[in-house]
């Protein structure tokens, strides 16, 4: 959907899984990442009208090192400092969201 653009992990759920489920899932198949439910925090949820799907964003805080992750799917992956996402080609809405996401911070 983003070519050669740094954009968040995803996916869409699978059977009856819930979003949360689905997050879960996805984050271990694409980089090996396992995290439980409770740690799990929503961000933001919208209409992507760009592709007409519904978007549901979560984040999880986590201090796991880059090089004890395996990336399964996609081209790549970094942990970026939030203080440098501007120096990279980013998704549209991986932007939009990120820049939410510091709005937040306190």
Known sequence: ANPHKWAFFGGQSEGRESDIECFIR??????GLRVEASEVKRL????N???NQYRVVFFVE???PEEQ???GEGAGFSWIK???VGEYDLADK???DLQFFVKQLP
């Open 82 to 84: 939030l203080s440098q």
């Open 26 to 31: 996805e984050l271990s198949e694409e980089i």
């Open 44 to 47: 933001r949820e919208y209409m």
């Open 49 to 51: 009208t760009t592709v």
């Open 69 to 71: 992750l395996v990336l």
């Open 94 to 96: 991986t932007r939009d």
């Open 62 to 64: 986590t201090a796991v």
